[in-house]
């Protein structure tokens, strides 16, 4: 989970770096980092923290130059420090280049082994670092041909920017797993990881980058490729679902229809009759509640209200500051939900942790019934392509029944929408174009983590195993037997 942004043929490339990072935010919290190039040298600054917090006006000048790329951090490989925040720069032998990394490579740890039994000293533990080895290793004659060398041997998620003192290169994997979105701002080329980022620098949108495509900018102006050998798409349902910011058109659909669309698909799948009101979990749930009430006519209401003012504690994620950051994050309108039968709208349920905070906090605000409907199918499996989902054991829905689910949530009903409906949320001929691993188990690229190794090692059903039959795990699988406790 991060964001990416770059800029050439702009004079105040780092500025709307940063402006395009701050649209960007809702990816990734932890660090952010801006590279520009001024011609001849990069100039980097990468901090901990918020990009407007880090990007103030003496730091932006320090940053000259008319290209520029910048990151957004959320870790899914690597932990949460300086070292691993983005771009990471370096200097080799064929100059000085910057990456600036969406997705997450299913190879990193044995392209990493491999290198630094080679001799290779790796300054960070993302996996992005394996890339600039495997660039700066090559003996192709272009940078463009370096990074289609080094490329080809990494496996999984990608969507790349590259800047050099002369060439920005945007590249995406052939399955298409993470967005970027190509603009313009009148003599300028825009990238950015969704087209939220150009509408705030008001540049316009051109189109999407093709899944496996390259775009090279230089003084010779923009030209593409597709330098990798094509295989069916994989674009990630869950930043419809979930990740992405409604306001953006992801993967050529408007993400906010898509969200509604998935709360009317509910309401036909799962309905509550009976209920007096539908809330959201603000602010993802929105539309979906919003698409469940139209169709169900039970009439919207705002029962939660979401705190903006929360910061990092809640988004650091680990299980002790989650638990609490609920409450720091929402709370209940006592005057909506008082003797009410309330049908709450999520997107998903990943621990239990939160939809358990959020019933209990509906109830003890006056609800007399909490019906929990999610607008998205059970996530029983991790996901190694970029979004942050806990190891398969944490995932509430890969060990539990949709019963003791509802149970431990201490919802009346619990219903989530059914892996069918949201193929049909996202049109029929969109369908097979998503990667649905997170809710299916059917992986689509490359080997897997060690865990599932290990899994597979004892004997437990390893998603290792679909991604060799190319076929899929049915249905939850029972991986633990522990109780959940209250
Ligand atoms: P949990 O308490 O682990 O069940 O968290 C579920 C909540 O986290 C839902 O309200 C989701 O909107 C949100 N969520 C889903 N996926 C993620 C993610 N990868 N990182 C952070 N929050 C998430």
Same mark, same amino acid.
């Given at each position: 989970?991060?964001?990416?942004?770059?800029?050439?043929?702009?004079?105040?490339?780092?500025?709307?770096? #940063?402006?395009? $990072?701050?649209?960007?935010?809702?990816?990734?919290?932890?660090?952010?980092?801006?590279?520009?190039?001024?011609?001849?040298? $990069?100039?980097?600054?990468?901090?901990?923290?918020?990009?407007?917090?880090?990007?103030?006006?003496?730091?932006?000048?320090? $940053?000259?130059?008319?290209?520029?790329?910048?990151?957004?951090? #959320?870790?899914?490989?690597?932990?949460?420090?300086?070292?691993?925040?983005?771009?990471?720069?370096?200097? #080799?032998?064929?100059?000085?280049?910057?990456?600036?990394?969406?997705?997450? /490579?299913?190879?990193?740890?044995?392209?990493?082994?491999?290198?630094?039994?080679?001799?290779?000293?790796?300054?960070?533990?993302? @996996?992005?670092?394996?890339? =600039?080895?495997? =660039?700066?290793?090559?003996?192709?004659?272009?940078?463009?041909?370096?990074?289609?060398?080094?490329?080809?041997?990494?496996?999984?998620?990608?969507? $790349?920017?590259? *800047?050099?003192?002369?060439? *920005?290169?945007?590249?995406?994997?052939?399955?298409?797993?993470?967005? &970027?979105?190509?603009?313009?701002?009148?003599?300028?080329?825009?990238?950015?990881?969704?087209?939220?980022?150009?509408?705030?620098?008001?540049?316009?949108?051109?189109?999407?980058?093709?899944?496996?495509?390259?775009?090279?900018?230089?003084?010779?102006?923009?030209?593409?490729?597709?330098?990798?050998?094509?295989?069916?798409?994989?674009?990630? =349902?869950?930043?419809?679902?979930?990740?992405?910011?409604?306001?953006?058109?992801?993967?050529?659909?408007?993400?906010?229809?898509?969200?509604?669309? &998935?709360?009317?698909?509910?309401?036909?799948?799962?309905?509550?009759?009976?209920?007096? &009101?539908? !809330?959201?979990?603000?602010?993802?749930?929105?539309?979906?509640?919003?698409?469940?009430?139209?169709?169900?006519?039970?009439?919207?209401?705002?029962?939660?209200?979401?705190?903006?003012?929360?910061?990092?504690?809640? !988004?650091?994620?680990?299980?002790?500051?989650?638990?609490?950051? %609920?409450?720091?994050?929402?709370?209940?309108?006592?005057? %909506?939900?008082?003797?009410?039968?309330?049908?709450?709208?999520?997107?998903?349920?990943?621990?239990?942790?939160?939809?358990?905070? !959020?019933?209990?906090?509906?109830?003890?605000?006056?609800?007399?019934?909490?019906?929990?409907? =999610?607008?998205?199918?059970?996530?029983?499996?991790?996901?190694?392509?970029?979004?942050?989902?806990?190891?398969?054991?944490?995932?509430?829905?890969?060990?539990?029944?949709?019963?003791? !689910?509802?149970?431990?949530?201490?919802? @009346?009903?619990?219903?989530? /929408?059914?892996?069918?409906?949201?193929?049909?949320?996202?049109?029929?001929?969109?369908?097979?174009?998503?990667?649905?691993?997170?809710?299916?188990?059917?992986?689509?690229?490359?080997?897997?983590?060690?865990?599932?190794?290990?899994?597979?090692?004892?004997?437990?059903?390893?998603?290792?195993?679909?991604?060799?039959?190319?076929?899929?795990?049915?249905?939850?699988?029972?991986?633990?037997?522990?109780?959940?406790?209250?």
């Amino acid at each position: 989970m991060c964001g990416i942004f770059g800029i050439t043929g702009h004079p105040e490339a780092s500025n709307l770096a #940063y402006l395009g $990072l701050h649209a960007l935010q809702h990816r990734g919290q932890e660090s952010a980092g801006i590279v520009a190039s001024d011609g001849q040298h $990069l100039r980097s600054y990468r901090a901990m923290g918020l990009v407007a917090d880090i990007f103030t006006a003496p730091v932006l000048e320090k $940053l000259p130059g008319s290209a520029a790329i910048g990151h957004v951090r #959320y870790s899914t490989a690597g932990v949460s420090q300086l070292k691993n925040a983005q771009p990471l720069s370096v200097e #080799y032998a064929g100059g000085q280049m910057a990456v600036a990394h969406n997705g997450n /490579l299913v190879n990193a740890r044995e392209l990493r082994s491999s290198l630094e039994a080679d001799g290779a000293i790796f300054q960070s533990d993302s @996996d992005t670092e394996v890339i =600039i080895h495997l =660039i700066a290793r090559s003996r192709q004659p272009t940078f463009e041909k370096k990074v289609v060398e080094a490329l080809s041997r990494v496996q999984g998620a990608y969507s $790349l920017l590259f *800047l050099t003192e002369h060439q *920005l290169v945007a590249v995406r994997d052939p399955y298409g797993f993470r967005p &970027l979105v190509l603009g313009r701002l009148r003599n300028s080329y825009v990238l950015a990881s969704e087209t939220t980022a150009l509408d705030l620098i008001e540049a316009e949108y051109i189109r999407e980058l093709e899944a496996g495509e390259m775009v090279v900018i230089d003084a010779q102006g923009m030209r593409t490729a597709q330098p990798f050998a094509p295989t069916r798409l994989g674009r990630c =349902i869950f930043e419809h679902v979930y990740f992405a910011k409604p306001d953006s058109v992801l993967f050529g659909t408007s993400v906010y229809e898509v969200r509604k669309e &998935l709360g009317r698909q509910l309401a036909r799948e799962q309905p509550a009759p009976g209920a007096d &009101l539908v !809330i959201a979990v603000p602010d993802s749930g929105v539309p979906s509640a919003i698409g469940f009430s139209q169709v169900s006519g039970i009439p919207y209401d705002v029962g939660l209200i979401r705190s903006h003012y929360v910061g990092r504690t809640f !988004i650091e994620p680990q299980q002790s500051i989650r638990h609490f950051g %609920v409450k720091l994050k929402l709370s209940a309108v006592r005057q %909506v939900l008082k003797g009410k039968r309330v049908v709450v709208v999520d997107d998903s349920i990943v621990r239990g942790t939160t939809s358990r905070k !959020i019933v209990k906090m509906l109830k003890a605000a006056g609800a007399v019934e909490v019906h929990l409907r =999610i607008s998205s199918p059970p996530t029983s499996w991790p996901c190694y392509y970029g979004i942050d989902t806990p190891s398969r054991q944490e995932l509430i829905a890969s060990n539990h029944t949709n019963e003791e !689910i509802a149970r431990y949530v201490t919802a @009346d009903t619990l219903g989530y /929408l059914s892996l069918e409906g949201l193929g049909t949320a996202v049109g029929d001929r969109e369908r097979s174009t998503f990667c649905t691993a997170c809710f299916s188990g059917k992986y689509l690229a490359g080997e897997l983590s060690p865990e599932a190794a290990a899994l597979s090692a004892k004997g437990e059903p390893s998603p290792e195993a679909a991604i060799a039959e190319g076929a899929v795990a049915t249905g939850p699988v029972v991986l633990s037997t522990r109780p959940l406790s209250a």
